[in-house]
T-cell receptor, first 114, second 111 residues
Framework: NAGVMQNPRHLVRRRGQEARLRCSPMKGHSHVYWYRQLPEEGLKFMVY????????ESGMPKERFSAEFPKEGPSILRIQQVVRGDSAAYFC????????????FGSGTRLTVV | DAKTTQPNSMESNEEEPVHLPCNHS???????IHWYRQLPSQGPEYVIHGLTSNVNNRMASLAIAEDRKSSTLILHRATLRDAAVYYC????????????FGPGTRLSVLP
């Protein structure tokens, strides 16, 4: 039973380019959450998605950031026109969505903007 | 969201028990107490959770005060692999509510 798969593990982008981060949830999990961790800081919630729906995007920056979780395929976090301040570790988590329960996190994508 | 307070850092010797405290004086009746940990360069990992009663699993034990205003995560025998940041998080038993991570406690384990 594979865990939450994130790719790529490391991503380098030049300022102004686009970054696409992928997250495949655990089998049977229909809820996906994205978190960002800036260097030496804590984890900050970004967005919560279910299949084809954004449930809570209260933590998403207003511009340049978007997320989707299509009916088929992985969830994608997209950052347009990246800036140096976007350099961070981005973690995806998934859950089955029933009322308890906790999350299973992926190993993250480390984005470096040069 | 009800907040938690944890010490910034703690140290332990290898193979000794570790008690990681968490204060949550504004906890509500529907809040579960969750613990996650984050090893270096990895994503957070579930440790344990509870509501009112003490809980045990293969990783740790969770001791919850009778008034639920505080709790303690207990690692019975610390290993070097337990060096991590430990997060104590409250979350209502709500469908899909996200976890709010604080700064946590950075645990160092000395050989």
């Amino acid at each position: 039973n594979a865990g939450v798969m994130q790719n790529p593990r490391h991503l380098v982008r030049r300022r102004g380019q686009e970054a696409r981060l992928r997250c495949s949830p655990m089998k049977g999990h229909s809820h996906v959450y994205w978190y960002r961790q800036l260097p030496e800081e804590g984890l900050k919630f970004m967005v919560y998605l279910q299949k084809e729906n954004i449930i809570d995007e209260s933590g998403m920056p207003k511009e340049r950031f978007s997320a989707e979780f299509p009916k088929e395929g992985p969830s994608i976090l997209r950052i347009q026109q990246v800036v140096r301040g976007d350099s961070a570790a981005y973690f995806c988590a998934s859950s089955p969505g029933d009322s308890y329960h906790g999350y299973t996190f992926g190993s993250g994508t480390r984005l470096t903007v040069v | 969201d009800a907040k938690t307070t944890q010490p910034n850092s703690m140290e332990s010797n290898e193979e000794e028990p570790v008690h990681l405290p968490c204060n949550h004086s504004t906890i509500s009746g529907t809040d579960y107490i969750h613990w996650y940990r984050q090893l270096p360069s990895q994503g957070p990992e579930y440790v344990i959770h509870g509501l009112t009663s003490n809980v045990n699993n293969r990783m740790a034990s969770l001791a919850i005060a009778e008034d639920r205003k505080s709790s303690t995560l207990i690692l019975h025998r610390a290993t070097l692999r337990d060096a991590a940041v430990y997060y104590c998080i409250l979350r209502a038993d709500n469908y899909g509510q996200n976890f709010v991570f604080g700064p946590g406690t950075r645990l160092s384990v000395l050989p």
